[in-house]
């Protein structure tokens, strides 16, 4: 404790990543996390009382993205691997919704186990393929496997092709059509995040993430003491595709649609955007920049349809003024030192 | 049986192009030596050190540890038998704490790190091990600290802490004084002492003072290749030597 005080606050970049690493040690991720969830749990009461319908849909839509988000940061934030092509990995998920409700197969379970293999394998053979490279090779190398996963949905003509497919009806629990419900979906999502968010901080607190922090920090000295990086970052690749793939399966159920647009290159940056906006490497700070992102999206949307040109102003501000994000922000605004 | 030389290294070879930065360097060191690489700047001594942990491969040669050959292993293979090595320029994981850094060292060769819920952080363990390796190096009261905040002189013990704690055997330091000031100079020169008691060590130092304080054997190194070999006052008196190494130390 009066070793984190001796540290002077954030003067240099150095100390600001520093501080995000020692974040989640710290209380203060998990209770901004409970906030956070709190206040989701809520939403559907204040929903109810607007009778505002919609409101739901959104946050729904919000926390999907954020559970992406999330898986992201394992990799972005705390493997220092920047994936541009994280976005295939929710695309895969929710076409093995798609592909296999197409084909009678409604059981969420089943649709989502598939989906999770599907986007682990992919995870697994391209992150073996990537992570060869470093740097600038690594972030093109991951775009060029989203790419060819987004131009295969869009030759894959049986089930849509470039327009997409409409699902035939929300996924089933053991035959019962619990998701139907706006809220079902809402509630189910939410669990899963929770569950998300609370694996994650585990991962990076154990042996397995110390690992991976610390790969990220100096590979060469993780080597220099018997650590071979490679089984540590492609681990991490591989766990955080799976999880873009459950997001994958909820997104497919939400829209009750599947595109190729879902895996775009455009929306493997907004991932990337949403964790750096948030704070990468906290965690909390993925879910916080999904939320900012898409109700910033949404309000400048309201405004102009030239909403993006807004949007990126806000980004090239927040980038200069801001490091480490949201998290970083509020750390500064509350004086919270890290232990 | 302790004569058999724990650390043996013969006709090692490394060329960059036309510039040969290691020349048919031959060498053994026995269990319990400290053994110092002396040299000009750009004598090729890093490289050494470089090749000798396996972060580099060699061209031509053999290194042999503890009887087995080890040339053809990589860095991670080798800090497993028990070759450890300490950077020139301080590399240590600024972010973590200082006991942090040591025990990710213990938990490289205690068990598998593919375990994914516990906190590696409250492992008694390799805390305990990793405070051992602290206290060594009489860093133990700064355990917490972070290690970015550390002194130099601090981190350099800690980049030696760091390789005790990885369970080497063996332990290449490469100019652990650079940059220390006087009075950290003593300490780590003490510390070394104290290291030689259970520790084979190469070391690679600029400070002639430290090296014939500690040295049992000096090697000479000059363009990459080994002019002399042998106890500290037999090199101080080899006239090739003198003319290419110490003269210019001692004129300057």
Redesign the interface.
Known sequence: MS??S??SPAATP??A??RQ??ML?GRGAAMAAAVIFLLLALLPLAATALNDPFLMVTATRIMIFALAALSLDLVLGYGAMVSFGHAAFIGIGAYAVAILSANGVGDILVQAIAAVAASALFALVTGAISLRTRGVYFIMITLAFGQMAYFFMVSLSAYGGDDGITLPARSTLFGAPLLDDDMALFYAVLAVLILAFAGLR??V???????L??TR??A?????????PFR?QL?AYVMAGAIAGIAGVFLANQAEFVSPAYMTWQRSGELIVMVVLGGMGTLVGAIAGAIAFLLVEDWLAIFSEHWKLGLGILLVLLVLFTRGGIVGGVERLTGRSQP | MSDAPILSVAGLRKAYGALTVTDDVSFDVRPGELHAIIGPNGAGKTTLIHQL?G?LRSDAGRVSFAGEDITRLD??ER??RGV??S?QIT???????VL?NAA??V???SG??????????R?AQLNALAMDALARVQLDDRA???A??LSHGEKRKLEIA?AL??GARLLLLDEPLAGAGKEETAVLVELMQDLKQTHTIVLIEHDMEAVFALADQVSVLVYGRMIATGTAASVRSDPDVRAAYLGEEEAA
């Open positions: 070793a984190a001796q540290v150095g100390v990543e520093h690493g020692g040690a585990a991962v607190a154990s042996r397995f993430g110390r690992v922090r610390g920090d100096n060469q000295r993780m080597q220099a003491i018997g650590f071979s540590y681990t | 942990s972060s860095m991670v800090v497993r450890a090595r950077f590399s240590v994981l600024e972010g973590f704490s942090e990710l060292a938990q490289a060769r598998s790190s593919f375990r994914f819920f516990a906190p590696a952080a492992e917490q600290r972070r970015g905040s760091i704690a990885s």
